[in-house]
């Protein structure tokens, strides 16, 4: 029989969604609409200098448009969430569940050396610890 203690002990690394979309942050808002309509991911990974700095949402980049009345061709820097909040492969369980809690998050990107690995999804966390999102 296992220990609880040892069936709580997840990883983040092994429910990471590795389907990743980034995109420079001088895209456009409508290039990056268009690449979320053709494409799984519900968020585009922002880089500068190939360092992931930001993070677009479907529902950031329908709200902020509207709301702001910005133009198509905005750049994408303009729209995305900042600072990035990110995660490490090794993360536990509890603390990404924490961290997508306490800042009322949907997807936390995982990053090992400046380079994006992953996506964990609020949903997925919530099959594998009940309650959390």
């Known amino acids: 029989m296992k220990e609880p203690e040892k069936t709580f002990q997840l990883w983040i ?3 990471l969604d590795n389907s990743i979309v980034s995109v420079d942050s001088t895209v456009s808002a409508h290039e990056v609409a268009r690449l979320l309509e053709n494409s799984d991911s519900g ?4 880089l500068e200098n190939q360092i992931p700095v930001g ?3 479907n529902r950031d980049l329908t709200l902020k448009i509207i709301a702001h009345s910005y133009p198509f061709d905005t ?4 729209i ?3 600072p ?5 492969p090794d993360t536990e369980m509890s603390v990404a569940k924490d961290i997508l809690t306490s800042k009322k998050i949907r997807k936390l990107p995982i990053i090992s050396n400046d380079e994006i690995i992953g996506i964990v999804v609020a949903s997925d966390v919530s099959k594998v ?5």
């Open 13 to 15: 690394k092994n429910l």
């Open 43 to 46: 968020a585009v990974i922002v």
């Open 55 to 57: 993070i677009v949402t």
């Open 75 to 78: 750049p994408i820097r303009r």
């Open 80 to 82: 995305m969430s900042t």
């Open 84 to 88: 990035l909040i990110s995660i490490t």
């Open 129 to 133: 610890i009940p309650n959390s999102a």
